[in-house]
């Protein structure tokens, strides 16, 4: 898993997505989509420490409530990422960037908040250079 994560960062294309139970910031409960999650983040930490990248960590919605709520949950979804890496390695902690987008970028868009708009309840990397 490892190798998996450093190839994405070297590449800026990390692939892991963390996917979260409607209306909080926590994951997901069945275990066959978060059981891996502690195992992903430590993974992300570690790679990130090692590549000494900066992250961005960003939020997503599903279509369900205002616009306040959403840009809200999605960036709580983001911090509570960020808070996770950087228990795991605290120094990525300043190279991390949460933000949160709301549902302006669904992948889904049903609204349904059930399994078939859960891509939408996402947390998702974009990886940047550092600021010089």
């Not at 994951?27 to 430590?42: E, H, N, T, V």
């Not at 599903?62 to 990422?81: E, H, P, Q, V």
């Not at 891509?119 to 550092?130: L, Q």
Request: overall charge positive; some cysteine.
């Amino acid at each position: 898993y490892g190798r998996v994560v450093a190839y994405g960062i070297a590449y800026r294309q990390l692939g892991v997505k963390f996917l979260f139970s409607p209306g909080t910031a926590e994951f997901w409960a069945d275990p066959k989509i978060s059981g891996a999650y502690d195992m992903w983040l430590r993974q992300i930490a570690k790679e990130g420490r090692v590549a000494k990248v900066c992250m961005g960590i960003v939020g997503h919605t599903s279509k369900t409530g205002s616009d306040a709520f959403n840009n809200a949950l999605s960036l709580r979804r983001a911090a509570y990422i960020k808070q996770r890496l950087s228990t795991e390695s605290p120094e990525v902690a300043d190279r991390m960037r949460p933000q949160g987008m709301g549902f302006r970028q669904n992948i889904v868009g049903s609204g349904t908040d059930d399994l078939v708009d859960a891509p939408d309840r996402r947390v998702e990397f974009k990886i940047t250079e550092c600021p010089a």
